[in-house]
């Protein structure tokens, strides 16, 4: 009897999560790289103008979670992919790797937050709204690099084609969050909905059309 999709997705995200615990010298890097770079910010930096901070936040986040979730499909050897053809639904293997780098974006992020918070001059600002804001931006970019990940696999230079497919596509969402973040660390609320309201719907659109394209892509 075939297994449903909800929960062929947990086994597989548990799954996920066994394979990056055995190999968490990848994750323990990417740790080691916020922190270095929170620490060099701290001595360059005496102190940051709200604005600076919000930039400065958002870059060091970038290029850490980017290291840490643009790996999912392309590290996946091609005998792996093809028993999960035999076994599982498609929609599962994606689910299950969004649903984890989504999770591994978000703490990243957090962990950021809260090392920006102890290190660097904290902004007066809505700790609630800015937080809001960075997991809709994580959520969005745990689920875009998971989708060109698996466009990157079905290439022989998935490295390379990582970079070039995805910043262009994340400028959007980058533009908004850094934007809202912006207005929230000044004390300016008035577009925070409406801000809130993009990211959410790039999220979306986002899942919905990876949903689409990867039915194709598993069948290749």
């Known amino acids: 009897m075939q297994i449903g999709l909800i929960r062929q997705a947990k086994i597989l995200f548990l799954k996920e999560i066994k394979t990056e615990w055995r190999n968490r010298y990848a994750i323990n890097g990417i740790l080691v790289q916020l922190v270095s770079a929170v620490f060099i910010a701290n001595l360059c ?3 940051l103008k709200p604005m600076t901070w919000n930039a400065l936040f958002w870059v060091i986040v970038l290029f850490s979670s980017v290291n840490a979730i643009a ?9 792996r992919l093809l028993y999960f053809h035999s076994l599982v639904n498609p929609l599962a293997v994606l689910y299950s790797k969004m649903l ?33 804001l960075i997991v809709l931006f994580s959520i969005g970019l745990g689920v875009l690099f998971t989708s060109i990940s698996a466009i ?11 970079p070039l497919l995805s910043f262009p596509l994340i400028i959007p969402m980058i533009v908004v969050a850094v934007a809202g973040g912006v207005m929230v660390v000044v004390g300016d609320h008035t577009n925070f909905l409406q801000n809130a309201s993009i990211l959410l719907l790039i999220d ?12 194709f892509l598993w069948q290749n």
């Open 204 to 215: 979306v659109m986002i899942i919905v059309l990876a949903s689409v394209m990867f039915k």
């Open 152 to 162: 990157a696999s079905k290439t022989k230079a998935g490295g390379i084609i990582m």
């Open 45 to 47: 930096f005496q102190s």
């Open 100 to 132: 984890f780098n989504t999770l591994l974006s978000i703490t990243i992020t957090l962990l950021a937050l809260l090392l920006f918070s102890l290190f660097l001059d904290k902004p007066t600002w809505d700790l609630w709204r800015y937080s809001a």
């Open 71 to 79: 790996r999912s499909f392309i590290q996946e050897r091609d005998g």
